[in-house]
């Protein structure tokens, strides 16, 4: 059984520009959710997605956007990118509200 | 507003002894809470949740406390081992089936010595 890969590991873009960031979930689920994790503090909410539909919202502008797959794969795109949004990204899947396993999370640097 | 925070940010134990890692939440509406613990270079691994029903759940060496009236849970670990070491999130949502939702504290840095 695989479990939750992330894709990349690490990136640097400049600010403006936009980023996409991949996550492959665990065989079977059809759930995952993004997280954004700052140095120095825990990961926070960004968005859900079930059988690819959004399901849930955390405090995130517009610009942070995503997608679900049939696979069940996602996607995080985030436009216009600032300072602030270098973090570790984190995703999770489930299967329906079961427990979450984590991914290893993609480093963002934005210079 | 942090809505919930973990107030040590690291802790430091002796092998065979007990770690007791708190967490404190403001927002009533959670009622179901988790923890996770986190290696470098990992995602976070669920350990252990709780209801607001009880008071109290264990699995192994791992035991959660809740005290709903003080908005206080701590996560107990006896006897605590090296490979314990890691950093320990706790987390709280509005029902388990938003526990994909969850708000996280900061994390609290356990340190178990030989």
């Known amino acids: 059984e695989t479990g939750v890969t992330q894709s990349p590991t690490h990136l640097i873009k400049t600010r403006g520009q936009q980023v996409t960031l991949r996550c492959s979930s665990q065989s079977g689920h059809n759930t995952v959710s993004w997280y954004q994790q700052a140095l120095g503090q825990g990961p926070q909410f960004i968005f859900q997605y079930y059988r690819e539909e959004e399901n849930g919202r955390g405090n995130f502008p517009p610009r942070f956007s995503g997608l679900q797959f049939p696979n069940y794969s996602s996607e995080l795109n985030v436009n216009a990118l600032e300072l602030d949004d270098s973090a570790l990204y984190l995703c999770?899947?489930?299967?329906?509200?079961?427990?979450?396993?984590f991914g290893p999370g993609t480093r963002l640097t934005v210079l | 507003d942090q809505q919930v925070k973990q107030n040590s940010p690291s802790l430091s134990v002796q092998e065979g002894r007990i770690s007791i890692l708190n967490c404190d939440y403001t927002?009533?509406?959670?009622?179901?809470f988790l923890w996770y613990k986190k290696y470098p270079a990992e995602g976070p691994t669920f350990l252990i949740s709780i209801s607001s029903i009880k008071d109290k759940n264990e699995d192994g060496r791992f035991t959660v406390f809740l005290n709903k009236s003080a908005k206080h849970l701590s996560l107990h670990i006896v006897p605590s081992q090296p490979g314990d070491s890691a950093v320990y999130f706790c987390?709280?949502?509005?029902?388990?089936?938003?526990?994909?939702?969850?708000?996280f504290g900061d994390g609290t840095t356990l340190t178990v010595k030989p």
């Open positions: 999770a899947s489930s299967m329906n509200t079961d427990t979450q396993y």
């Open positions: 927002n009533s509406m959670f009622d179901y």
């Open positions: 987390a709280a949502s509005a029902g388990d089936t938003n526990a994909g939702k969850s708000t």
